[in-house]
């Protein structure tokens, strides 16, 4: 039996536009998911996710190109649900060189599904770290983004960046510009998160973003217009004593560019009333910024406030079910149970 955890992530900046070429600037949380794998003796794959909205469930499918699952309910619930877990399973059979490997696999996880806080690539990249340790063939690090990557590009049709699989991996804050990906140093950050109970499809809303912007110039300038937030941001980050409470100073500029930020991305059609009242009740409790995190149609919010005014401020906000302070996750993926 092998386990192994990864954190999940808010976006400072760039979500959506990291698709397109633009940097982004993604933070791991301590929040994690936690993948059990254990071998088989056959080729099925057994997999029990307890989180999932169906809930919870146990499927047993051997895993082979058009083979799916047996379970009564339909074909899409089915993709939706195990899509990413599948995919890991083929990244792991793949780096090991073992087609026809079985897996008893468990999924326990403590990020919200769909909700902007990277669940998918959390399960995703313990999930093929926990499977080719299982396989004796560990990967490292930058091996383990890239498949992880790979995972979700597959489930996500073509439309995923490697900023969420980079950062649940290396954990810490990170830069990701195309498929060139780095660690930063960054200052504790005081992230306050607004979670609406609800969840938005990456896929969907990314190939939304996509259209957008092959009809509408302004789209295109607006993802432009990201990228450029996004490079501003580091600049303020790179100026920062890494590891150490940040200044006032610091949180109001950074603040600035998050509302500047989730402004651009209600223009490209990806907020919803939730994640706008959320962000204003932050805004209003006097956090530095506010904006959407991850993909967005409804879930979470990620706000900068060293005090308790605005999770206090969003646990009283209609519309938001949950109100938690994250924070920043140093270590990636690890190693629970060899
Ligand atoms: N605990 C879990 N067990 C099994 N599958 C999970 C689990 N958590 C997430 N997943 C998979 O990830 C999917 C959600 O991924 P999606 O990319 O839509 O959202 P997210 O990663 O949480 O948010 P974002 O990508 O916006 O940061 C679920 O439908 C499921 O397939
Ligand atoms: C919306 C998006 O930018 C982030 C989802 O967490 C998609 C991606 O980068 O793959
Ligand atoms: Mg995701």
Redesign the pocket.
């Known amino acids: 039996m092998t386990v192994c955890s990864a954190p999940g992530k808010v976006y400072l900046f760039g979500?959506?536009a990291?698709?397109y070429g633009e940097p982004a600037v993604p933070a791991a949380i301590e929040r994690r998911a936690r993948v059990t794998v254990d071998p088989r003796d056959d080729d099925h794959v057994r997999v029990t996710a307890e989180d999932l909205s169906l809930d919870g469930f146990t499927v047993e499918y051997t895993g082979g190109t058009g083979d799916r699952p047996d379970v009564d309910v339909p074909t899409p619930l089915v993709d939706a649900a195990i899509g990413y877990v599948d995919a890991a399973v083929r990244q792991a059979r793949a780096a090991a060189e073992e087609p026809d490997a079985g897996f008893d696999i468990t999924v326990e996880s403590e990020i919200p599904l769909g909700a902007?806080l990277?669940s998918s690539a959390a399960v995703v990249v313990a999930g093929i770290d926990a499977a080719t340790r299982a396989l004796g063939e560990p990967l490292d690090r930058r091996e383990l983004a890239d498949r992880a990557y790979r995972a979700?590009f597959e489930v996500?049709d073509g439309e995923?960046?490697r900023?969420?699989t980079f950062c649940s991996t290396m954990g810490g804050a990170v830069r990701v510009e195309g498929d060139d990906c780095e660690p930063i140093d960054a200052p504790n950050l005081p992230f306050v998160i607004g979670f609406d109970g609800g969840a938005g499809d990456?896929g969907e809303?990314?190939a939304g973003v996509r259209e957008l912007r092959e009809e509408y110039r302004f789209a295109a300038d607006t993802v432009r217009s990201i990228g450029d937030i996004v490079r501003a941001g580091e600049e303020l980050l790179a100026d920062a004593v890494p590891e150490a409470d940040p200044s006032r100073e610091l949180l109001v500029e950074l603040g600035e560019l998050m509302d500047f930020n989730h402004g651009l991305l209600a223009a490209l059609g990806v907020s919803a009333r939730s994640l706008d009242t959320m962000v204003w009740a932050a805004r209003d409790a006097g956090a530095h910024g506010a904006k959407l995190t991850?993909?967005g149609g409804g879930g979470c919010i990620v706000a900068l406030d060293p005090h308790e005014e605005t999770s206090t401020a969003l646990s009283f906000t209609q519309g938001c079910e949950e109100a938690f302070r994250a924070e920043l996750a140093t270590e990636g993926v690890r190693v629970e149970e060899p």
């Open positions: 979500e959506h990291v698709v902007g990277g979700e996500q995923a960046s900023a969420d990456t809303l990314v991850g993909a």
